[in-house]
């Protein structure tokens, strides 16, 4: 199956149902079925922001399953868009100058039993069973 390797907090967002939509500046044509690994990384200053939400934030693990159902351009109308429909979420998705990127859109999202493995750069297969 398909592997993501997304920075914390935003991997445990996704998993918890807050954040619908990952960032990349590249594109996507794969629709699917598809892990969510929560990598070694950690977007400190982010982490901050969402200390109200009282998340665990695991690292090298592979914390939930979902599916990635459209790759959009990201535009300054979406950017807005998504600003306003949660502001601590996407805050300065729009003051990003000239960052030109994408979002993949991730929708059926599951939890599962972490699972722990090293990540990897763009999407990656990991052999993994229901």
Same mark, same amino acid.
């Given at each position: ?28 044509? @794969?629709? +699917?079925? #598809? ?9 400190? /200053?982010?982490? $901050?922001?969402? !200390? ?37 979420? @996407?805050? +300065?998705? #729009? ?9 993949? /859109?991730?929708? $059926?999202?599951? !939890? ?19």
């Amino acid at each position: 199956m398909k592997v993501i390797t997304i920075k914390q907090p935003w991997a445990t967002l996704i998993a918890e149902g807050y954040k619908e939509y990952e960032f990349r500046i590249w594109k996507t044509k @794969y629709r +699917g079925d #598809i892990l969510i690994h929560a990598g070694k990384s950690i977007d400190k /200053k982010a982490m $901050n922001r969402f !200390k109200h939400l009282n998340l665990e934030y695991p690292v090298g693990q592979i914390i939930a399953k979902a599916t990635i159902t459209d790759c959009i351009y990201v535009d300054e109308e979406f950017a807005q868009k998504m600003c306003k429909k949660d502001p601590v979420v @996407y805050k +300065g998705l #729009i003051n990003k100058g000239d960052w030109d990127g994408y979002g993949f /859109k991730i929708e $059926n999202v599951e !939890k599962i039993n972490p699972i722990e493995v090293n990540g990897k750069l763009s999407l990656w297969d990991y052999d993994y069973e229901n």
